[in-house]
């Protein structure tokens, strides 16, 4: 396999060729003007999802104006996954202003589009670009006096109820600094919050009329082959047997949640 670049409504979208990309449709509908939540938990077989994001050490950051990543600090990435350094291979890195380097496991692009067409399985709908639209980014997070004070990351304080238990928790913004907002635990409650939470709203969109459903582009980042491929040596990430990509050995699921009117393909 090769790299793949793809027209998004005129917009040039690079694919790499160890990269799965998703594209999410989004219904809108009156009363719900572009608001969507979606969870990502991470998990393999000598780990789980808390011991990963643990510690401060998953974050979500701006990776530049238009991209927002998810990403691991790499230290900590090799030693809860048992990767070697040399197997990392294409994944992006990131060094941060305290001298911490990150691994990017997943990213999408702020920018948004238009279209129409929702029954489009197996090719690209016809799509265009909404240059006027922004994408304000919140997580299920703890925050710490660190980041309203130095960063003016703005908290909002909720409650939120689970079986029989209610909790109050925070959500923090995601702000264009460029640097990582760790996810970080609530005091006495960690228990069953093992995912970064995102909720995603864009705002300055065209009216629904104009503008019935939304697209944008979650993308995962595999592994180069290193482990775990098949005979020929070759397996993609989809499990097809080519293109030199390794399948992923920790598994990444991404919900849609709390959101009617969303499509992930």
Not at 53 to 62: G, Q
Not at 73 to 95: D, I, R
Not at 114 to 134: F, H, I, K, N, Q
Not at 152 to 173: D, K, P, W
Request: proline content about 5%; charged content about 25%; aromatic content about 10%.
């Amino acid at each position: 396999g090769e790299d793949t670049t793809l027209d998004f409504g005129g917009d040039v979208f690079t694919v790499k060729k160890c990269d799965l990309m998703h594209l999410v449709y989004f219904t809108r509908m009156s009363g719900n003007e572009g608001i969507m939540r979606a969870r990502w938990r991470f998990s393999g077989p000598a780990f789980t999802s808390m011991e990963l994001i643990d510690n401060e050490k998953t974050a979500v950051r701006f990776v530049d104006e238009h991209t927002i990543g998810i990403e691991v600090e790499k230290t900590h990435f090799l030693s809860v996954t048992g990767t070697a350094a040399e197997e990392l291979g294409t994944l992006p890195e990131f060094t941060a202003l305290d001298g911490s380097t990150w691994v990017r496991l997943y990213e999408w692009k702020t920018k948004v589009y238009c279209t129409s067409e929702v029954d489009t399985v197996g090719s690209l709908p016809s799509m265009t670009y909404v240059p006027d639209a922004r994408l304000k980014a919140t997580m299920k997070s703890a925050s710490s006096n660190e980041d309203v004070a130095e960063r003016c990351v703005n908290v909002e304080v909720f409650h939120e109820g689970r079986g029989s238990a209610s909790y109050t928790l925070e959500e923090v913004e995601i702000v264009k600094d460029y640097q990582p907002q760790p996810w970080r635990p609530w005091v006495g409650i960690e228990e069953g919050w093992d995912s970064i939470e995102l909720a995603l709203q864009w705002e300055s969109l065209p009216s629904i009329e104009e503008c019935p459903v939304l697209v944008w582009d979650p993308v995962f980042h595999a592994l180069p082959a290193s482990r775990g491929t098949s005979d020929d040596g070759d397996l993609d990430i989809n499990g097809g047997g080519t293109g030199n990509c390794v399948k992923p050995w920790f598994v990444v699921f991404l919900s849609l949640v709390v959101v009617l009117g969303a499509t992930i393909i």
